[in-house]
């Protein structure tokens, strides 16, 4: 079974009460359309058996914890009538109101046993607090309690050069965040606190394998105490290939953790079918067709025993 672990869903009341706040996927960019049967054909199209969906950029905080909790709670109801109607070829990933540690436990009990789920879906901040956090270990320790697959998606920085550079932020901004998740979880000894969490890193990690010998180098420094080998914990992370499949990107971080720690990603439909089709048929050309079975079969599998 070839999985998609990096799938989006766009429910029509998510996309309208964010219609009513005036919020788009990023600054001056609309959400993309979505239902069902256009994943399905998607899907069927680029040769994937089952997707995990997820909502990702822009989430459910924008200043309001009520708010937030309302939108998860509609999108996990619709993210579970999803599967329901196509339990063969979807699962999903419980999306949570953070930045209240509580709201999001109590989103997590309500919901996350629920055999719709596979893991949980985080964002690489929430109002500038990144993964890793201490406001955050709460859900950390009942994510591992759990042993969660944890799937981070990059979502905007507080403050970013709007200003400066005249490029919609997601080109450039979505990896500076997902390195910036990645480093802070592991400033903060997650990876070792919390050992049971499975986590998978958006768009092959964003900046973070290119940092990888750079922060190494620095390992002696006080600063990095709290890590216990910056390529050893690196390694025990998983990453999703969506829109990183050159070989710059997805070769770097294959050579970092080798093929066995690499998913498959789509990122469908911020991605269109054209684009998603010819990133599929470059991932299988720097991974070579061993490779990409593992990456596309055997490794979701034994990721997602449990559940898949």
Not at 161 to 169: G, H, N, S, V
């Amino acid at each position: 079974m070839q999985v998609d672990v990096h799938h989006h869903a766009i429910f029509p009341k998510y996309r309208d009460r964010l219609a009513e706040l005036g919020i788009g996927a990023q600054p001056g960019i609309g959400l993309p359309a979505w239902s069902a049967p256009d994943s399905l054909a998607l899907m069927d199209r680029v040769g994937i058996d089952l997707a995990i969906l997820s909502a990702g950029s822009p989430g459910f905080f924008f200043g309001d914890a009520g708010l937030a909790v309302e939108l998860c709670r509609q999108t996990n109801d619709d993210l579970v009538a999803t599967v329901a109607a196509h339990p063969d070829r979807f699962r999903a990933f419980v999306a949570m109101p953070l930045p209240s540690a509580e709201d999001a436990l109590a989103e997590l009990d309500r919901v996350g046993a629920h055999e719709a789920f596979a893991g949980v879906g985080l964002l690489t901040n929430y109002a500038g607090r990144y993964l890793g956090d201490p406001e955050f270990d709460p859900v950390l320790a009942e994510l591992d309690r759990r042993g969660s697959v944890v799937h981070v998606h990059p979502t905007l920085p507080v403050h970013y050069p709007a200003a400066e550079i005249d490029l919609r932020p997601s080109l450039i901004e979505y990896v500076f965040d997902s390195t910036r998740a990645l480093v802070n979880l592991m400033l903060h000894g997650v990876p070792d606190r919390f050992p049971r969490i499975r986590w998978i890193f958006s768009h092959c990690g964003g900046t973070a394998p290119f940092l990888a010998g750079r922060l190494a180098i620095a390992e002696p420094l006080p600063e990095l105490a709290q890590v216990d080998g910056v390529y050893r914990t690196m390694r025990s992370f998983y990453y999703d290939f969506a829109l990183a499949t050159t070989p710059y990107a997805l070769g770097s971080v294959a050579l970092l953790t080798g093929p066995e720690r690499v998913l498959v990603g789509s990122d469908f439909p911020f991605v269109d079918a054209d684009t998603v089709q010819a990133c599929f048929d470059e991932a299988a050309g720097v991974l070579g067709p061993e490779s990409m079975r593992m990456v596309a079969v055997d490794n979701p599998a034994r990721l997602f025993k449990e559940v898949i």
